[in-house]
């Protein structure tokens, strides 16, 4: 493969951005501009000559456009290989002439699908012309340049500049790479839409997905490992911290969003109530408050367990103050995530250079539909987010002694928490605050017993009488298998307990509640979290 001179070029854009300057550039290169119907149309009006497709193929436009450059001339000025003698032969036979450059960018799918139009004109934005030009030409970049992206035309402009109006093969083969990606995105965005509206399959036989790079990241988890983050290119993903503005701070790393994201959908779960500051470290919750100001909900959070907070990420779920913002900086913290924050609080995290300060949008809806996947070997696992939650009417008071109204309130303040933190997960929670947090053990009881002990350091640290763990209400995020882990909780001080119940041993756990003078309530729901 060699340089290739532009000598002709078919464009046929949806979005016109950019276009009249291209056209203007190309002509003033001697190109031969062909075109259809109201890209024809914007490069007449910019003052420019253009040939009409179907003065090139001999047919006019039909069917309402959707025949125009689906013809042997146009496909055959694309797909011909240059020195072959057999397609040269075919090419002077016909009268078909060779088409070096192909500017298309597809109708407006998506688009149409995201603004709610009815079927007739969802489908009327299936093209079906473009992507047959665009694979052409991509296919046979050993000839013909490809473009399919607006941002690429000053890069072109560039290539022909330094070549003296060619492209050269690197150029062709980015550019080909480029188009077959669209193509194919394009393609799955409609095999998603059929799916969801036709077939209304939760989970089609062929899943088809596609999204488009954002970043590139220092690196993964570990340093050794690659990572970027991507966007999807259909599925609504709402608001988070891929949209947030970083108002200060070094790059976000790989972890950096993924503890953010932890802690940004937990405090989204009390959005539209008092104010609340969640402490996030290595994606699990380790101190939670909502108080009646988010300065008071700092210093709750971060007492339930300030040795795992250095180094934390940080989230609100209402903008953020200046005497918040000082006190968060008095310790280290990674990230500060929040809808909002006045001039004193950016004044005050400006003095922490390397802190990270993400302002988003609005908080995510907890509520919303989407799916989670995960690869493993061999395979791809996709799920249903959890987006579950219970209300007060749905609970099951299972023990002879009923939750009193404020135990009840502290049960499914501890439940939503539960939800966030890794299983096997237990949450002690009272007046609103985390008393303790067990995450991720293989056991339940374990889990009770480090949250107990995490609270007892607690009450030592700030000299506290006793640990908060005394009058809590414990959640679980699953069933108790057996009675230890709820008698450690008892033990720890916990009045009221919250789980899914569905144990075969449910009623022993019941029993042992009842002796100990525990009120417990069942969800019929679960919130493991792997």
């Not at 791809?380 to 099951?396: A, E, H």
């Amino acid at each position: 493969m060699t340089d290739v001179t532009i000598r002709r070029a078919l464009l046929s854009v949806s979005d016109k951005a950019g276009l009249a300057d291209l056209g203007k550039a190309l002509a003033a290169r001697g190109v031969e501009l062909v075109s259809t119907g109201g890209t024809a149309k914007a490069l007449r009006d910019a003052g420019l000559t253009v040939r009409d497709v179907s003065d090139l193929t001999g047919f006019p436009e039909m069917m309402d456009g959707r025949v125009k450059t689906l013809h042997p001339v146009v496909h055959g000025g694309l797909l011909a290989v240059r020195d072959d003698p057999e397609h040269a032969r075919a090419m002077a036979e016909h009268q078909i002439g060779a088409i070096d450059l192909v500017v298309v960018n597809l109708y407006p799918f998506q688009q149409t699908v995201a603004k709610g139009a009815e079927r007739d004109e969802v489908l009327e934005n299936i093209d079906i012309g473009g992507p047959s030009m665009v694979r052409s030409a991509a296919k046979n970049h050993a000839y013909v340049t490809i473009l399919t992206d607006p941002a690429d035309y000053a890069g072109l402009l560039a290539e022909l500049g330094e070549t003296g109006g060619a492209t050269r093969t690197a150029f062709r083969k980015a550019m080909a790479a480029k188009a077959f990606a669209a193509t194919a995105a394009y393609d799955a965005a409609i095999a998603s839409w059929f799916a969801r509206v036709d077939q209304q399959a939760h989970f089609p036989q062929r899943r088809a997905a596609s999204s488009t790079l954002v970043s590139t990241l220092r690196y993964g988890e570990n340093p050794h490992q690659q990572a970027a983050l991507y966007l999807s290119d259909f599925q609504a993903l709402g608001t988070g911290i891929p949209q947030a503005q970083q108002v200060q701070g070094k790059e976000l790393s790989y972890n950096n969003y993924n503890d953010a994201n932890a802690a940004l959908e937990l405090a989204a779960e009390f959005g539209g109530g008092a104010p609340t500051v969640v402490i996030v470290k290595h994606a699990n919750p380790c101190g939670v408050a909502t108080r009646p100001t988010l300065l008071e909900a700092w210093h709750e959070a971060l007492a339930c367990d300030s040795v795992s907070a250095f180094g934390g990420i940080v989230a609100t779920n209402v903008p953020l103050d200046g005497p918040t913002a000082e006190a968060i900086c008095e310790i280290f913290t990674e990230v500060v995530v929040a809808p909002g924050a006045d001039d004193a609080a950016r004044a005050a995290f400006a003095r922490k250079k390397n802190l990270r300060l993400l302002i988003i949008p609005a908080l995510p809806d907890p509520r919303r539909a989407g799916l989670n996947q995960i690869i493993i070997a061999g395979g791809l696992l996709v799920q249903d987010r959890d987006n579950g939650f219970v209300t007060p009417d749905q609970l099951k008071i299972v023990t002879r002694r009923a939750p009193t109204e404020q135990e009840l309130k502290d049960c499914l303040f501890a439940w939503t928490v539960a939800k966030h933190v890794k299983s096997n997960a237990i949450v002690y929670a009272r007046d609103g605050v985390t008393a303790g947090i067990g995450a991720g053990q293989m056991n339940r009881r374990d889990s009770s017993r480090i949250a107990a002990a995490k609270a007892l350091e607690a009450a030592e640290t700030h000299g506290w009488a006793q640990a908060r763990t005394v009058g809590s209400a414990v959640a679980s995020d699953a069933f108790f298998p057996f009675a230890d882990g709820l008698l450690a909780a008892a033990e720890a001080g916990a009045t009221a307990v919250i789980q899914p119940g569905g144990s075969i041993r449910d009623d022993d756990v019941i029993a042992a509640a009842d002796a100990a003078n525990l009120a417990m309530v069942f969800t019929g729901m679960r919130h493991f979290r792997h």
